[in-house]
């Protein structure tokens, strides 16, 4: 069994081949070619936090992937100097069912939620996209960013974060990374009066900023509120947006952006245009028109992380990293 650290998944799976990866999971599970059980939640009482459980089988015309990820959130741990995410993924070789490798989970679900809003992001923005506003200075945030930048020539990014002090360590750190033109906005205007992109990454129970702020044309790549009772986006954005989704199942049993509104009667069901993997199919339009609100909500689906530590685990053994031993 080879064994992945959380350095050796950033090595192993570079967010340009994360993204193409991304794409082929969401094909898989629109076109039927991928077996992905809602997952199963584990309440863990004593400590407020919540085990999830996701198995996936996902058959592609590259490549096939048998994984399942175990992934906890447990709000307790960043004053204990622990990640708020603890996550593991073990690879089963897909002709036998053998476990051949276990991928250190937190890096590569970071990774993979990033490439997921890049996939969309490259699939739905305006193609002359400059201008970034991320919601959240935490990992996702981070990846996020940088699958942003990777799907669109970006000039100019806005961090918006409750934690000042935290949004400008990420302002610092991607400048480190020659993203010069990056700045902490004061508020949540400040962040998206300008933005062609709007990424959010929080876990936040009310809407991050108004719809009046909005400009036409904008998309939304939303990959935090992963709960019903979380939401990021205000419920006019999405009356008024072109809505895709990763799974349409699991964004309606999981995503408080949506349930809150249909929930409130403002839409149905009917009003998700459909899942990216159709769009990646050629069954769906994307964008249509220049002044269009495309909106892409993920919840975060196995599949993604059984074809995303697939491709780490082929890069680690090209580049001969990682541990291997007896199992």
Known sequence: MLILSADDVRRALPMHEAIAA???AYAALSGGTAVVPLRTRLSIPNSEALSLFMPA????????????????????????????IQAAVLVFDPDTGRAIALLEGSSLTAIRTGAAGGAAIDLL????????????????????????????????????????????????????????????????????????????????????????????????SAVGAYTPEMQEV??????????????RSAALEEAGDLIQPIRAGLFDGSHISGELGEVILGRLDGRQSQEEITYFKSVGIAAQDAMAAQVALNNARNMNIGTEVNF
């Open 125 to 220: 923005a305006r193609k002359d996209s400059k201008t970034v506003a991320v919601f959240g200075a935490g990992a996702q945030g981070r990846t996020q960013l940088e699958a942003a930048c990777t799907a669109r020539k970006i000039e100019t990014v806005y961090i918006f974060d409750r934690n000042v002090d935290k949004a400008q360590s990420f302002a610092d750190e991607m400048k480190n990374k020659a993203i010069e033109n990056i700045r902490v906005a004061q508020n949540s205007k400040e962040a998206i009066e300008n933005a062609d992109i709007i990424c959010t990454a929080t876990t936040s129970a009310k809407p991050v900023f108004n719809d009046a702020d909005l400009k036409a044309g904008t998309h939304i």
């Open 57 to 84: 089988f996902v058959s592609s015309q590259e490549e096939n992937a048998l994984a399942i990820k175990v992934v906890s959130l447990f709000p307790g741990n960043p004053p204990r100097g622990l990640a708020y």
């Open 22 to 24: 991304m794409k082929r």
């Open 234 to 247: 205000p419920a006019e954005t999405l009356t008024r947006a072109k809505i895709f989704v990763d799974s």
